[in-house]
């Protein structure tokens, strides 16, 4: 509307100019080849200007919104090599860190055949692996030579008693199969194992989307590594290759390798009318006694198109805002522990405000002897770098209490593996076990909010020692809560309670009013979230544990 108001504007000025400049004596009319001339030449400027930039705009628009389409499906193949990673990476901590084989066949026997069609355990001895388990299909990756010794080799190196390894990656192609392969490590108490396993992918290289499908409606091909030829390629959706036209390129980090995304639109992401648009305007200016009809009606076209555009926007906006809640889910716990005489209910709530990813996690395993271990933290900041950090010291979290270290130990090794300066980022969090025996919570801290007590309609924080967050120091002690039957404990993150212009013991009084007018577990944590989160727009997530004793 803005370009319709300044055009009219310069209009009525010229007009006013024009008029003012002749002297008031009566005009001779000027002859018709003269006018005709003039408003032929002035409207043959005029059309030629606007088909230009016309054009110029919609080759700028076009070329957007593919790199955004590109971009879109870059950020969804980005958290593949994560999702991966953690399928590898829990049940290899877990035999690193207990010496148990089984632990591999009963954490991987999900995930073979699908998306694994063979996987195999070594360990590393004297730099040599040693194959230990195999599961599913024979590998195409020869396990005693050179390649695979070094493949292995690469993954057991970049693993530190501190921190898991590298997700290693290699493509294993022929002219008709094609398979990529995964190398992961972990190593604890001087044990080094390497994960291995083999995902199948088209042997002919060709991919069918669903109609559905964000990519049905481009050519796109797909490549290994940073080069477009016919040995890296991947997978495509068409014959004509290379592609050409209006591109979208993007690099897609895929753990220690790199993919490469090429597509380019079937027909015009904004619409045959868009492209034209430019051979409408010259071809108008052809018809000089509609000239002003022509401009208005094109005008009223790029309002049109603008309205499209920002349709689009917020289409791409929600489908980004749909891979983040995707990627978010991906890297917390699908399944929690169910022991008899206990109820765990969790929530998880992304800010309603922005895309990023967030760092809230939580977490419950089993111990021997009866116990279950828990655990609540928040990684400072968003994004991807916050969502990694997050599943890392998740995992080393769960790999340290497996190990059998009390909830101070847990976060002083932990505390190791992540520095503000380093990293750009902190962490807080909060661990415990309870014996499912006696009723007896072993709770430590490091910089978290403090856990709430539920006996009956009583609701009130539990005060105990309090730690630096993780990355900024590593002294914690632990506290003893003894339960009584029926007793909830809630653990949650700041974002349930945090509030501009208001102090957080504000925030957590406000949490334990709600919180007493619940009767059963489910309840409470609906209750919690409708009181204190709905209609409420924020950046940051919330989430909230709770787990109830009842023996």
């Not at 004596?25 to 018709?32: C, D, W």
């Not at 969804?76 to 690193?96: F, H, W, Y």
């Not at 909830?407 to 309870?434: E, N, Q, W, Y």
């Not at 404990?489 to 406000?510: H, K, M, N, Q």
């Amino acid at each position: 509307m803005s370009v319709v108001d300044e055009d009219g504007a310069a209009a009525r000025a010229a007009s006013g100019r024009h008029d003012a400049g002749i002297p008031d004596r009566p005009r001779s009319r000027p002859r018709p080849h003269g006018l005709s001339l003039t408003v032929l030449v002035i409207g043959l400027v005029v059309t030629a200007a606007l088909a230009v930039v016309s054009r110029l705009n919609y080759a700028h628009n076009e070329q957007h919104q593919v790199s955004t389409q590109a971009q879109l499906a870059g950020a969804a193949l980005t958290a593949a090599p994560i999702d991966i990673q953690r399928l590898l990476g829990r049940p290899t901590t877990s035999v690193a860190a207990s010496g148990d084989l089984g632990l591999f066949d009963s954490g991987m026997k999900r995930q073979v055949p699908k998306p694994f069609v063979s996987a195999q355990l070594f360990r590393m001895v004297d730099g040599s692996p040693h194959l230990v388990r195999s599961l599913g299909k024979s590998t195409q990756l020869d396990t005693s030579s050179g390649a695979a010794r070094t493949l292995l080799g690469k993954a057991a190196s970049s693993a530190t008693p501190a921190s898991n390894g590298t997700l290693v990656v290699t493509r294993l192609a022929t002219a008709t199969t094609q398979r990529l392969g995964y190398a992961f490590a972990a190593t604890a108490l001087g044990r080094t194992y390497v994960a291995y396993a083999e995902q199948t992918l088209p042997g002919d290289r060709r991919e069918v989307l669903k109609s559905g499908s964000p990519l049905a409606d481009m050519d796109f091909a797909l490549y290994y590594g940073k080069r477009q030829t016919s040995s890296t390629l991947v997978e495509t959706n068409t014959d004509d290759l290379p592609i050409t036209g209006t591109l979208g390129r993007v690099t897609i980090p895929f753990g220690d390798q790199v993919l490469t995304a090429v597509m380019t639109p079937r027909s015009p992401l904004l619409g045959t009318f868009a492209q034209s648009i430019a051979w409408m305007i010259a071809a108008a200016g052809l018809l000089l006694t509609a000239v002003v009809a022509l401009l208005t009606e094109r005008l009223l076209r790029r309002r049109a198109v603008a309205e499209q555009l920002a349709a689009v926007t917020d289409q791409l906006y929600r489908a980004e805002r749909g891979v983040a809640e995707t990627l978010q889910t991906a890297l917390l716990p699908k399944h929690l522990p169910r022991p008899p005489g206990l109820a765990i209910a969790t929530r998880y709530l992304g800010g309603t405000e922005g895309i990023n990813v967030g760092g809230d996690w939580y977490d419950v395993v089993d111990l021997p002897g009866d116990r279950i271990f828990f655990t609540i933290g928040d990684v400072s900041g968003r994004g991807l770098s916050a969502a990694t950090t997050m599943s890392r010291l998740r995992h080393s979290i769960t790999a340290y209490a497996v190990e059998g270290n009390d909830p101070a130990m847990v976060l002083t090794k932990v505390s190791g593996l992540i520095d503000v300066v380093r990293d750009g980022h902190f962490a807080t969090a909060l661990c415990g076990i309870l014996d499912l025996g006696t009723g007896i919570v072993t709770v430590a801290n490091a910089g978290h909010l403090p856990l709430l007590r539920k006996d009956g309609l009583v609701v009130e924080p539990i005060e105990g020692p309090l730690g630096p967050p993780l990355g900024v120091g590593s002294q914690y002690d632990t506290a003893d809560i003894t339960l009584t039957p029926g007793t909830v404990v809630l653990a949650y993150t700041d974002g349930l309670v945090e509030r501009r212009d208001e102090s957080i013991d504000v925030g957590i009084a406000r949490l334990c009013r709600v919180a007493s007018t619940a009767t059963d577990l489910e309840t409470l944590l609906d209750t919690v979230v409708t009181g204190l989160l709905d209609d409420r727009p924020s950046t940051d997530d919330a989430a909230i544990m709770g787990v109830q004793w009842n023996p």
